[in-house]
DNA sequence: TGATGAACATACTACCGGGTATGTTGTCAA
DNA sequence: TTGACAACATACCCGGTAGTATGTTCATCA
């Protein structure tokens, strides 16, 4: 379970253009952030940047490819656990960290996901986008797996499974919205903001009333 | 009780507009979206929009001002009811309705929070602006009222306000960008919607189980 | 009927930003 | 020592877009 860029990015100049690139893309959304925003706040210039990478797509296309192994990295020791409601509450907790430690990386994701659903992309990047977007789907569908263990076993009660789906990832994934660190701020407190979102999410799919979070 | 954009728009050409625009801002987002999109996708050209327009930002803010006042509208005839869960449960479902029926205009809204949020606008929108915000905020603060309510009678159950609160409304928004239209939908098959998305926003404030919905 | 203005269309300008072509500097190996 | 290459910086090109300036058409009214 490696959490960090570093460990996820070969070399070093590339991890810094790819962190700055995140953030400005968290802050500015694709289009409105130019390559000269991710240089500047970088003390560098576009030549730093196309000496590492080919265009402005394959960065975006890369911040997402990380931001996407973070995630299955952090979820991977939990995926064998038995019992839907105990692996869904690991999971999700474990995801609802990530939102918060990564947040640049994960509303890149985001904006990645809202590209595509839009047609937003040249025939070439085209296929890296799938292949992304079909990574970042079966994520989704290790949580969805769950939720119909979780079902057949009585834990959860809702109607329809989609919508429960989006509904518990809307909530999951809100973080990426509305988390701003504070000064001072403590692992403990990190991991209190996370339970309080697990719980809403697991209220929301109808879980019987509350034991204990990891 | 007035939900359409025409009875919020004084001019047929200004709405038809507004109409094309907010397709437009929900499907490529503000910086994506060019005035010649919005007028190509009208039939028409530029001349036509700077007539009635001065702006792009300003047909942004008239987006955004028309999406409030339709929100504003829907959930008017229920904020004064005494019992704060069935206010709660009846602004929740009006204001789940209007983001699945005026979902261009509430997308726009979006966009334009999270554009304020990240302060991209120049000095004079910028009080234009400001006003909408504060305009949505008080949207916001009637729902979190009937939170604090609701707390206190003891039917609903949750720590910390703020957090409840902005997990309530991005399941409650959500639909506006998972919801597609379906071919032969019915307004019941909205409703129906509109129920699945209160009833788990209700669930996740810790509401007791469930009576019916509106 | 002709003058006037609303409601557009057309043609043009200025600028910004992705991408490229070409320097410049430091390092390391032969 | 040099030459070769990595790791950048600088200078430039060019397509797209917001905004403007200037037609054009049609209805209305004196």
Tied chains: 1, 2.
């Excluded at 339970?195 to 509350?210: D, F, M, N, Q, S």
Aim: charged residues 25%.
């Amino acid at each position: 379970m490696t959490l960090g860029v570093r460990e996820h990015v070969q070399e070093s100049s590339r991890a810094d253009i790819l962190e700055a690139a995140a953030n400005c893309f968290m802050e500015r959304g694709y289009t409105e952030t130019s390559i000269d925003d991710v240089a500047r706040s970088l003390g560098a210039t576009k030549g730093r940047i196309y000496h590492h990478f080919r265009s402005k797509a394959d960065i975006f296309a890369e911040v997402f490819r990380v931001g996407m192994e973070m995630n299955y990295a952090a979820i991977e020791r939990y995926r064998a656990m038995s019992d839907p409601v105990a692996r869904w509450r690991h999971m999700a907790f474990a995801h609802a960290i990530q939102m918060i430690t990564t947040k640049p990386f994960q509303r890149t994701v985001w904006v990645g996901v809202k590209m595509h659903l839009r047609g937003a992309t040249t025939p070439e990047q085209r296929s890296v986008f799938a292949e992304l977007i079909e990574y970042r789907t079966n994520y989704g569908n290790v949580f969805r797996e769950t939720l119909v263990e979780g079902r057949e076993s009585g834990d959860f009660r809702f109607d329809d499974l989609s919508i429960a789906n989006q509904l518990m990832f809307v909530v999951l994934n809100s973080p990426i919205f509305w988390y701003s660190p504070r000064v001072g701020e403590t692992r403990a407190d990190i991991e209190d903001l996370a339970r309080k979102v697990v719980t809403a999410a697991y209220r929301g799919l109808g879980g019987k009333e509350e034991q204990s979070t990891p």
